[in-house]
């Protein structure tokens, strides 16, 4: 399989918010059954993040949903903080996202910035007054060292003295060939969701406690909480994959 997810790989865009916007600018829809491959349509997953979001991070304080994507874990959060503003760095996902927002009625509590947060500045370019929260989910697993680098001092920035920032992310222990048997591909066919992103996306990685280290070093920042989680993916029916991923959530705080 390994010649063909090679072949397949080939063709994604090597510049990294040329990549993402071009995907984002071909999906329609959203939840199960679309061509989203980790959005599995339901809330589960938020509600197993939701009891530590409460223990940790003050409610008070606005949340930044990183890399939100089309907007299904910003909306969610803005039923738990004050105001939820989801950044991505695709224009085409922040268009998707705003119109979900007007589908779901949560326009009042929910908007959208494009923003490269890898980006220098980055951080100060966010209309956000005063410190923040910071929520990021399956972004980190996709960027390089430098750039994990660039981002975690925009959210430092972000979270100032009092916000928290928690972050959840595959961690699956394995090469690429068998991650994407993991979700189902086989020699003879590769589910529609998962080929689309291996056409036109970075190669994911893994981000576990040892990367979590490196990116977030504990004499900058406070651990006050980590373990593992499931990330759930889009069902691809059909198939004889699993619709989770093994991953790791963490949460942390700036020191001084």
């Known amino acids: 399989m390994l010649p063909k997810l090679i072949r397949l790989s080939r063709s994604a865009p090597k510049d990294r918010p040329v990549a993402w916007d071009t995907y984002w600018a071909g999906i329609r829809g959203r939840g199960a059954g679309t061509e989203i491959l980790w959005d599995p349509g339901t809330d589960d997953e938020f509600l ?5 979001l409460l223990r940790y991070l003050d409610r008070e304080l606005p949340v930044i949903d990183v890399g939100c994507g089309h907007g299904r874990f910003t909306r969610a959060l803005a039923g738990v903080f004050t105001e939820a503003v989801g950044v991505d760095v695709s224009g085409h996902a922040v268009a998707h996202a705003d119109g979900h927002n007007r589908a779901d009625g949560v326009a009042a509590r929910v908007r959208y910035q494009a923003l490269d947060m890898t980006g220098a500045g980055a951080a100060g370019a966010l209309a956000v007054q005063g410190d923040a929260n910071v929520f990021i989910r399956g972004v980190l697993h996709v960027l390089d060292a430098a750039d994990q680098s660039a981002m975690v001092d925009n959210l ?8 928290t920032v928690f972050l959840a992310e595959t961690n699956f222990q394995g090469n690429p060939v068998q991650y994407v048997s993991h979700l189902g591909a086989t020699t003879r066919n590769i589910p529609a969701p998962l080929e689309r992103a291996i056409r036109g996306l970075p190669m994911p990685g893994h981000f576990g406690p040892e990367e979590r280290s490196r990116a977030f070093p504990p004499e900058a920042w406070e651990l006050l909480a980590d373990g593992e989680v499931a ?18 959530f963490a949460v942390l705080r700036p020191r001084g």
């Open 48 to 52: 197993g993040y939701r009891d530590v």
């Open 231 to 248: 990330i759930e993916t889009n069902p691809m029916t059909g198939v004889d994959g699993q619709s989770r991923v093994p991953g790791y």
């Open 156 to 163: 430092r920035l972000l979270a100032g003295s009092t916000g």
